[in-house]
């Protein structure tokens, strides 16, 4: 047997991106499957995106750029983050990543110790733990109900706070539940971040797909804990580009240096030609945001409808991103399914449709689909799972 080191030995297979494989792999085979498992736009990469790239090819910006990424990137970052939340950063408080998973990454690499605690809200993104697990940090659950919109409190997070915790990580949109915190509650979670030291780590992946006309507020408006805010953000979501891989870190030039060091001796700068793809987005018409924001939205009250019709189940209206995540667990116990896996593979095995079960995102009662694709593979995906769950009855 080779040899595999503990740090890696530890670490899970990202089940959503496992699930993506195996869909790939069950098309090729010729099943009929509908896929509501890995959470991408369906909607392809706007052409005057791939112009940009296709231009920067031909003229030979093929070649390496700054670790950190290009300095026009960063700065347009920053504009970005200038027009949207009225923040102020300098293109030396921002890191191009490979993706928002990799800022997240090395932003917990870059403040968390070994054997510190990280603070994570259940439930989680399935990346978070393992992440967490291969920094060396220790991860402390804080649970989160439905009746609370699986939000945590600021009493909660006080009192789950011990010397040894450095860091908090929330992400809103949250990517299961579709949870939105308001700015009141994120106020009321600045001030005992403030009061305490702690790091916050805002994922703010879907901050651009928010539903019923609300505005969407970033922690990066709460100036008294700039010091102590980590904030990530990508194009993946926003600009149908996960495939891409450009995402980026926003803190403290102090910690934003330490990533690059890092940075600069593994991976060095995310793909250039990328890079130039971004910068075409985030200088771009933003319309492309509001068509995508539309089809969404009647994706989302679509599922949710179909989801609360089934007997037995309840589901959040999601807020934002564009994940439901329902509470399946009346079915448990039920002609032998013992849980969320249990239940997605009967559900993928004989109705063939495809779901991530909620123990992914240390939510055992829930699932979690994805609504990123077209209304029709929607409309058959929640006819198998009604006759799925309803043929346990
Ligand atoms: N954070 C969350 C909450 C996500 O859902 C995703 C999507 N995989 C990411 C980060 C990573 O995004 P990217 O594809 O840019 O790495
Ligand atoms: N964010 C998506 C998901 O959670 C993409 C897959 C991944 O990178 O984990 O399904």
Known sequence: MPHVSQRLANVCESQTVALNSLMAKMRREGKDVVALGAGEPDFDTPDFIKEEAIAAIRQGFTKYTPAD????????????????YGADYQANEVIITNGAKHAVYEGILAVVDPGEEVLLPAPYWVSYPEQIKMAGGVEKILDTKKEDGYKITPQQLEKAITKKTRLLILNSPSNPSGAVYSEEELAGLVAVIKKTGIYVLSDEIYDTIIYDGKKYTSMIKFKEIRDQLLLVNGVSKSFAMTGWRIGYLAAHKDIVNAVKRYQGHSTSNPTSVSQKAALAGLLGKKDFLAVMNKAFTERRNYVHQRLTAIPGVTCMLPQGAFYAFPDFSFYYGKKGI????????????????????????????????????????????????????????
């Not at 990424?69 to 949207?84: D, H, T």
């Open 69 to 84: 990424g290009i300095l026009e990137l960063r700065e347009a970052v920053c504009n970005w983050l200038k027009e949207e």
């Open 338 to 393: 013992k849980g969320s896996n249990d239940l997605c593979s009967y559900l993928l095995e004989q109705f063939n449709v495809a779901l991530v079960p909620g123990m992914a995102f240390g939510m055992e009662n829930n699932t979690r689909l994805s609504f990123a694709t077209s209304m029709q593979a929607l409309v058959k995906a929640l006819d198998r799972i009604e006759n799925g769950l309803k043929s346990l009855l």
